[in-house]
T-cell receptor
Framework: GAGVSQTPSNKVTEKGKYVELRCDPI?????LYWYRQSLGQGPEFLIY????????DSGLPNDRFFAVRPEGSVSTLKIQRTERGDSAVYLC????????????FGEGSRLTVL | AQSVAQPEDQVNVAEGNPLTVKCTYS??????LFWYVQYPNRGLQFLLK??????LVKGSYGFEAEFNKSQTSFHLKKPSALVSDSALYFC????????????FGKGTSLLVTP
């Protein structure tokens, strides 16, 4: 497709469960970002990939969060042992990879942990 | 460290009047600055950016922003507001020397009334 695609758009899970969120970036974009947006807040940086490698994972809140991008395109954000505080909209963005470039965002995956 | 402050949670303006949405930033080096807009149930959309050169940058939908290094500000402006401009606006900063992650402000809700 033409834009960044994220699935699922909505996910409801129970505390303690495992969740995977998928991001399909714009074709040809080497850089991929994950952000988290809580209600009333701006997007909070989680992790940045350049190609297949995580170039900056300083925003991941703890070791329950992990992300992969094995072939340099699609990325999966994985959350283990979910907690109610993980409830948020998880945003994926991609860019051409220069640090002057703008990010193109998907519509997000809304995660609700009951 | 880098951060963005958007001091106003909400800005109200009448249609046809000029609008300003404020943003100040803090970076250790020189900044790249961005504005994004978020419409209800839509992904973040890029509006404009300052990389270098002219302090006044023009972007989408008639918006512009002025980079002021001495005041560390990057206020978003539009000469004549439209009702359709009502949305959530986010300012973001990237330190050009230290990384690729964009740091976002908490957002300002713009309401343009007829």
């Amino acid at each position: 497709g033409a834009g960044v695609s994220q699935t699922p758009s909505n996910k409801v899970t129970e505390k303690g469960k495992y969740v995977e969120l998928r991001c399909d970036p714009i074709s040809g974009h080497t850089a991929l970002y994950w952000y988290r947006q809580s209600l009333g807040q701006g997007p909070e940086f989680l992790i940045y990939f350049q190609g297949t490698g995580a170039a900056d994972d300083s925003g991941l809140p703890n070791d329950r969060f992990f992300a992969v991008r094995p072939e340099g395109s699609v990325s999966t954000l994985k959350i283990q042992r979910t907690e109610r505080g993980d409830s948020a909209v998880y945003l994926c963005a991609s860019s051409l990879g220069q640090n002057t470039g703008e990010l193109f965002f998907g519509e997000g995956s809304r995660l609700t942990v009951l | 460290a880098q951060s963005v402050a958007q001091p106003e949670d909400q800005v109200n303006v009448a249609e046809g009047n000029p609008l300003t949405v404020k943003c100040t930033y803090s970076v250790s080096g020189n900044p790249y600055l961005f504005w994004y807009v978020q419409y209800p149930n839509r992904g973040l959309q890029f509006l404009l950016k300052y990389i270098t050169g002219d302090n006044l940058v023009k972007g989408s939908y008639g918006f512009e922003a002025e980079f002021n290094k001495s005041q560390t500000s990057f206020h978003l402006k539009k000469p004549s507001a439209l009702v359709s401009d009502s949305a959530l606006y986010f300012c973001a900063v990237r330190d050009r020397e230290s990384g690729y992650a964009l740091n976002f402000g908490k957002g300002t809700s713009l309401l343009v009334t007829p």
